[in-house]
């Protein structure tokens, strides 16, 4: 432990406790990622911290684009300076998503397990942003196996996509009782998972489906269609925030699925 911490030195403007640290993706043009999750989080009048796993320019699905993984080495430092420098004191949450290759699952896995030796109620979330149905996947497929190694295994809830879902269990994903199964596999005890965008309904909504140690609940919210990308961020930073709040899981999910459907409506709509 440093001998001059955060919470001694005087020279921080914003001296709120932290109530979670959100770890993935940033770009400086766009709304994945850490900017979509912070925004979140912020809104809701909660202070995180946020840690990149890759800096990019914008979306990778533009014709230029510039950037890269954080270094190894700037990534554990600056986890390991948080920790050690008291950073963390108050967390409740950790939310991690995209990860730029497989190392990454490991180190923060580490570093996780650190934490939760000092603070041993604080809840990991891992948001395995690996791909979607339309785009296939869009990190190394290595990344999948290293999610499942390293950091499932100290989560208590996950919520990955139909296609995610089928990349952490190597199953056939392609109904509810295939989908139950497979979540289910994943779930730790006393755990979740909300697998998203596990169906659509004859009444064009999308269902998500919530599963724990009680069973499975399906919850649903207007299906609105879009291209545009970070649904997933805003999903698993609402259900943060609702936890956070004290909600249940089941609770959460269904508000994360009208923030979802309001953010697309709000993008489909907007003038450009």
Known sequence: MSDVTVLTSGWEMDRRPVDAVVISSQVAYGAVGNTATVRVLTEAGYRCVHIPTVILG????????HGGPLPDEWLAGILDDLLELDALDSVKYVLVGYLAHPEQARMIASWFTRLRDRLPDVRLVVDPAMGDDDVGMYTEPAVAASYGEHLLPLAAGLTPNRFELGLLTDAVVDDAASIAEAASRLCSPDGWVIVTSAGHSADDSVSNLVVTDAGCTTVEHARITTHAKGAGDIFAATVVVR??????????????????????????????
């Not at 914008?58 to 684009?65: A, G, I, K, S």
């Not at 004290?246 to 979802?260: P, R, T, W």
């Open 243 to 272: 936890l956070l709040a004290g909600d249940s899981v089941e609770k959460a999910a269904e508000f994360a699925g009208i923030a979802v459907a309001d953010a697309i409506r709000s993008a489909e709509t907007a003038p450009g």
């Open 58 to 65: 914008t979306l990778p699905h533009y014709d230029r684009l």
